[in-house]
Nanobody
Framework: QVQLVESGGGLVQPGGSLRVSCAASGRTFTSNTMGWFRQAPGKERDFVAAITRIGGITIYADSVKGRFTISADNAKNTVYLQMNSLKPEDTAVYYC????????????????WGQGTQVTVSS
């Protein structure tokens, strides 16, 4: 089992920045990729970004490329999502996930999920 706890969500104005974090505990050595997904009200859960545990390879959804940066501190089993130039359409609950798949972008490739943290972009 792997436990994930997200933090850092909140309210930010358009154009602002926010960083969310996800701390993993438990059998983290079984996971090859840590990722972020988001779900807006009435919409499906979408892939945002992922980072591989070995090599630190990063993958981004087109909608966030150039604005969001995913990083990881393997010693702390923590993954971060730095979000810059935020837009109202980035408003969603952001979920952290880990999976055995290498560099997955689909929800089905992730085995464990956090409880989510709300990010609201509004003036």
């Amino acid at each position: 089992q792997v436990q994930l706890v997200e933090s850092g969500g909140g309210l930010v104005q358009p154009g602002g920045s926010l960083r969310v974090s996800c701390a993993a505990s438990g059998r983290t050595f079984t996971s090859n990729t840590m990722g972020w997904f988001r779900q807006a009200p009435g919409k499906e859960r979408d892939f945002v970004a992922a980072i591989t545990r070995i090599g630190g390879i990063t993958i981004y959804a087109d909608s966030v490329k150039g604005r969001f940066t995913i990083s990881a501190d393997n010693a702390k089993n923590t993954v971060y999502l730095q979000m810059n130039s935020l837009k109202p359409e980035d408003t969603a609950v952001y979920y952290c996930a880990v999976g055995r798949s290498y560099g997955g972008t689909r929800s089905i490739e992730y085995d464990y999920w956090g409880q989510g943290t709300q990010v609201t972009v509004s003036s």
